[in-house]
């Protein structure tokens, strides 16, 4: 299966293939993540309509253990993330994006070693 993923949307030098798909889908993570904690703020029951892509995006990441204490640092992280989208702003929400694979990038090596 070839995804075709326009590779031109992130920043200015050249990724792989592979971190422009983790690129995707954390920024569709942020995006989705933003949008239910919107609704949830103004009182929907959201607990049936989030979609995870954490499983994917820490798989292709790299990591290996995914202990319990990874998955609430993840979550916080993810809504913290979130917070930040500027859902009129694209450029603004792809920074946030990279933002994001770098705390992932740190919170690797430092898991790692």
Known sequence: MKIDLDTQIFPQFK????????LYLI?????GTR??????????DTSF??????M??????GFKNRTD???????????AYAAKVCLEDHAATRAVS????????????????
């Open 56 to 61: 994917a995006i820490l798989s292709l990441m």
């Open 98 to 113: 990279f933002d994001f694979y770098i705390a992932l990038r740190i919170k690797l090596h430092t898991e790692q070693g």
């Open 49 to 54: 309509f989030s979609v995870e892509l954490g």
């Open 35 to 44: 949008f239910i904690n919107q609704l949830a703020s103004v009182g929907f």
């Open 15 to 22: 990724l792989s293939t592979h971190q422009d798909l983790i």
């Open 27 to 31: 920024k569709n993570e942020l995006l």
């Open 69 to 79: 204490a990874l998955w609430e640092w993840y979550h916080g992280t993810v809504d």
